[in-house]
């Protein structure tokens, strides 16, 4: 008799293999979104240069590195990419073309996610409903601004049991 009613209770019960994958799943995309919390600006920088420039070798001059020529400068100052110093003529500054709007936007986005921070009681929030926020003022992605504010040092995670916690950093 208590050979059937464990059969019988067998073929009730949910199976758990999925919902434990899915949780795995989701735990192993938050434990992949925690590690790329990281911001670099070179790469974000070739990345803008190879978006203005898809066609062209500028962005892979400037990527591999080794030996530079004068038609190599010449073609970077040309494309708005390099520009000389006015004091030393041997010294140049990199340039990209039209960063104004996206260094207003990065700003903007700065201060509104901070603001919508230090607005919440204990000045934190849980990541994915702060992910799903739109900001007003700034046309870059939200979790663009929540990378480069970790990354910086204003926002800080912690692990909860009911997911990640973003905090406004107290330094």
């Known amino acids: 008799m208590a050979k059937n009613i464990s059969e019988s209770l067998k073929g009730k019960k949910r199976a758990r293999e999925t919902d434990t994958e899915a949780e795995a799943s989701d735990f192993d995309q938050i434990l992949s979104l925690e590690?790329?919390?990281?911001?670099?600006?070179t790469l974000v920088a070739l990345r803008i240069m190879r978006a203005q420039f898809p066609q062209s070798d500028?962005?892979?001059l400037l990527a591999l590195g080794g030996k530079v020529k004068d038609e190599h400068i010449s073609l970077l100052i040309n494309s708005g990419l390099l520009t000389r110093q006015l004091i030393d003529s041997n010294i140049y500054w990199?340039?990209?073309p039209n960063i104004g709007s996206v260094l207003k936007g990065l700003s903007q986005g700065r201060k509104e996610v901070l603001?919508?921070?230090n607005r919440r009681r204990y000045k934190e929030m849980m990541l994915a409903p702060l992910e799903k926020k739109l900001l007003r003022y700034s046309p870059l992605d939200m979790r663009f601004h929540l990378r480069d504010l970790i990354g910086s040092g204003h926002l800080k995670t912690a692990k909860t049991p009911t997911g990640l916690v973003v905090r406004v950093s107290k330094d």
Request: net charge negative; with cysteine.
């Open 94 to 96: 990199f340039a990209i």
């Open 115 to 117: 603001s919508l921070l």
């Open 35 to 41: 590690e790329n919390l990281t911001f670099s600006d």
């Open 58 to 60: 500028k962005c892979t």
